[in-house]
C-alpha cells in the first residue's frame, strides 16, 4: 500500500469538553480539494460525530490514526500526501466514530505525481507536438522554456485544468531551421525562465544534423534525442 512505503503524517484535532453520546445520526467527511500532489497537506473535516469521542481515521482501509471529535461534533485531520511511483492514484479517506460505529463518512480524493509527456521524440524537430501534463498547482498556465547557448525562448502551451492541474495540447516547440545542439526544455508555470521555479519537469534534447552537416536545412530534417532529466 501506498501508506506503508512512504512517510505520512497525520495530525488529529482534538477538543475535549462534553460527554460522549452512542446515537446514530449523520456524519459527513469533506477533503479541502479534490486532488492533491506528492507533499501536498491533504486537509479533511468530519461533522456529526459523537462530542468528545474518539474517531478513527483510514485510508483505503488502513488506519492511520485517532481523534478526538469537539464539542460540537467536528473533527479534523492533516495528511501529507506521498509520492507516486505512477501518474495518478484515488483515494478513499474514512472516519469512523469510535462511541458508535455505525457513524461512518467517506471521502474521495486523488492524488497525482508532477509528470509531462511529450510525442513524438522522433523526427523532424519541427513538427509539432502533443503534449501532456499533470500535476502542476502552482499556477494557471504551462509554459515551455527552451534554453540552448545561453538564450531563451518562452512559449505558453496553454491554461491548466482540472484539479490536477492538467494539460493536453498539440504544439510546435522548436522552429524550423533550427540549429543542431543541446537544448534544455524546461516545462513549469513561470512566464519566463527562470532557475529557482517550483514545479518543474525538465528534458535534455539533443539534435543532430542529417548526414553530419551542422547547417540549419540539414537540422530540419534531423534526428533527435530525448531524455528526461528532473523530477
Known amino acids: 500500500m501506498w501508506i506503508r512505503s512512504a512517510a505520512v503524517t497525520v495530525a488529529l484535532g482534538a477538543t475535549c469538553l462534553l460527554p460522549a453520546t452512542a446515537s446514530a445520526q449523520s456524519v459527513m467527511l469533506t477533503s479541502d480539494r479534490s486532488c492533491y500532489g506528492p507533499s501536498q497537506v491533504i486537509s479533511l473535516t468530519g461533522y456529526g460525530f459523537t462530542p468528545d469521542g474518539d474517531v478513527a481515521l483510514s485510508a483505503d482501509g488502513q488506519q492511520l490514526g485517532i481523534g478526538i471529535a469537539d464539542y460540537d461534533g467536528l473533527f479534523s485531520a492533516s495528511v501529507r500526501a506521498p509520492a507516486l511511483p505512477f501518474a495518478s492514484l484515488p483515494l478513499r479517506f474514512t472516519a469512523t466514530d469510535q462511541t458508535y460505529l455505525l457513524n461512518r463518512a467517506s471521502a474521495m ?98 539534435i543532430s544534423s542529417a548526414g553530419g552537416k551542422a547547417s540549419a536545412v540539414a537540422a530540419a530534417a534531423g534526428h533527435e534525442r530525448w531524455v528526461q532529466t528532473s523530477p
Open 109 to 206: 480524493v486523488r492524488l497525482t505525481s508532477l509528470g509531462v509527456r511529450v510525442t513524438p521524440t522522433t523526427g523532424v524537430p519541427s513538427r509539432p507536438r502533443r503534449i501532456r501534463a499533470r500535476g502542476f498547482f502552482n499556477g494557471q498556465a504551462l509554459y515551455a522554456h527552451i534554453r540552448h547557448a545561453g538564450n531563451t525562448r518562452n512559449v505558453r502551451l496553454g491554461s491548466l485544468r482540472g484539479a490536477c492541474g492538467r494539460l493536453d495540447v498539440t504544439r510546435r516547440l522548436f522552429r524550423p531551421g533550427v540549429r543542431p545542439g543541446a537544448y534544455t526544455l524546461h516545462f513549469d508555470t513561470s512566464r519566463r525562465y527562470f532557475p529557482g521555479a517550483g514545479s518543474r519537469v525538465t528534458y535534455a534534447v539533443t
